[in-house]
């Protein structure tokens, strides 16, 4: 029998399309909708475990993304008769609060993987629990559903290669959810209430810089359009495959990372429009090529359903103690500060400070030269991405960051050739100019060594290395000696 009223509880599923939870609530003669800012997802937090260090959990860039995110989704909802409840606290006591305030029988909402999420929402479901309420948890954060995996989650295999086979050989994508007709949201005295601003969340508010790849912008109906242009509107997706490993522009890749991990877009709406294109228009490696990569984000997202914490751990979840992590908090800051004197990895670096993104092959060149050139504990580094990535996923930063250093899904060397990474994607130079203006007379088969101009060069591109721009902090040609 359906009940008569239920919550909705909007985590990090922002969306109305493709989201089984609201769906399933939808049956309910009454349904209100209510998202909650928590404030341990602001401000500084301590890493945990026995060597635990301090760092910001959310960044600017990311707590606009949601804010955005949430001031969209609340439109949509209104604008489809409607409403959306917004509290600044934690979900354990404003989802039980809302639910008794409005007599409601059951809450819906999406189950996560990892394991600060999975803890909240373990509260949640006490508390409701407790005041006989009942809690109705969905999977919708991948592209295959947890039930429809050829094996159980704990059995799946730590290789993605074998993982993606046997998803691809013995398992079905979903098609996406219909949008459901809204019933009446009893707002009523309990109250919508305004939306929280980034002074109240604790963090500051930033500009878009002009110089980078897209002005995120959150919300559902953003992520829906940067979609459509990038399939439709560019017909970018036939190239992918080819372009996926740019540095410079919009156009390069996708760049549905932030929508996809705020929820904004479910990844079976994706794959659903791509085996459109590839019916409508043309069906190649490039197109396969997307889903592959959102095969990568699932790997992640299931990996940390099987191994939970023990991937925040220094050795992973190999459990490695073999490697000498340095502590050295003065070249961390020289790394995540973009000073480090090797061009390519400041770029990276200044591009994430100033827009909250970096492409892939940035983001793994900058974590390569932390964890295996500077060898500095790689979980600092990853601390750091969580606070500054627009699009911070746990399952594929800590996943990704883990794979490059050696301790998690990969035990092969990841090490990075710096110096041969950007002459192979930056042959121009362009993506260092644009970060590093210190250089940019230098010409482009010089400047991502320009430790090795000569005074007369450096006096004629205009720049002096250990002044304008600094010394490299480490001999890279010795360390990769070393490192063989
Ligand atoms: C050190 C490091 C940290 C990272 N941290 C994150 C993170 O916090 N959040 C995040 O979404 N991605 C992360 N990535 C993966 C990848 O860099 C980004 O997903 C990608 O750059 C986002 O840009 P895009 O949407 O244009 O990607 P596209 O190339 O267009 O790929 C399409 C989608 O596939 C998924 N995807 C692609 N590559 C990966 C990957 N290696 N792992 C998991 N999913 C992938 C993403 O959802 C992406 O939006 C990290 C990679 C590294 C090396």
Known sequence: MASDTAVVWFRRDLRVHDNEALVEACEAGEVLPVVAFDPREYGERAFGGDDSFRFEKTGPYRARFRRESVADLRERLRDRGSD???????????VPAVAAAVDADVVHFQTLATPEERAVENAVRKRLREVGVTPSRHWTQTLYHLNDLPSPYTDISDTYTSFRKSVEGDATVRDPLPEPDLPRAPVGDVGAGPLPTASGLGVDEVEYDERAALAFEGGESSGLDRLDRYLWREDRLRKYKDTRNGLLGQGFSSKLSPWLNAGCLSPRYVHAAVDRYEHERVSNDSTYWLVFELLWRDFFQFQFAKHGADFFGQGGIRGRDDIDWRQDDAALERWAGGETGIPFVDAAMRELNATG???????????????????IDWRKGAAYFETQLVDYDPASNYGNWAYIAGVGNDSRDRSFDIVNQANTYDGDGAYVKRWVPELSDVPAEAVHEPWELSDTEQAEYDVQVGVDYPEPMIDLEDRHRTLR
């Open 357 to 375: 993104y970096q492409s892939n092959r940035a983001r793994q060149n900058a974590a390569s030269f932390l964890a295996n050139t500077l060898r």
């Open 84 to 94: 959306l409840v917004v509290r600044h606290g934690r979900p354990e006591e404003v």
